[in-house]
């Protein structure tokens, strides 16, 4: 079982506030098959992410791409939130 919010900051992406902005640190393996899909698409570690909507969807903008994510998907994508940004 691991922590939402650990002591270093690392959280899930779903826990974000909206225009949050953060870099990804790593993508969860149980993720299969979507984790080759989303790093095709740019979202690597290292990426600055900001996060645009909630809801009803997850949408972030990765570097100069928006994509929109099922919530379970977002979940799999650990961040750590750039200091400053909210």
Do not use: Y
């Not at 095709?40 to 903008?61: K, N, S």
């Amino acid at each position: 079982m691991r922590l939402a919010f650990s002591s270093n900051g690392i959280r899930p992406l779903t826990a974000l506030s909206e225009q949050e902005k953060a870099v990804i640190v790593e993508l969860r393996a149980e993720m299969k098959g979507r984790a080759d899909r989303l790093l095709a698409l740019g979202v690597t570690p290292g990426a600055t992410v900001t996060l645009l909507q909630r809801f009803p969807g997850i949408v972030f903008l990765c570097d100069q791409t928006e994509l929109a994510v099922e919530r379970d998907v977002a979940a799999a994508i650990l961040v750590r939130p750039v200091e400053g940004h909210v």
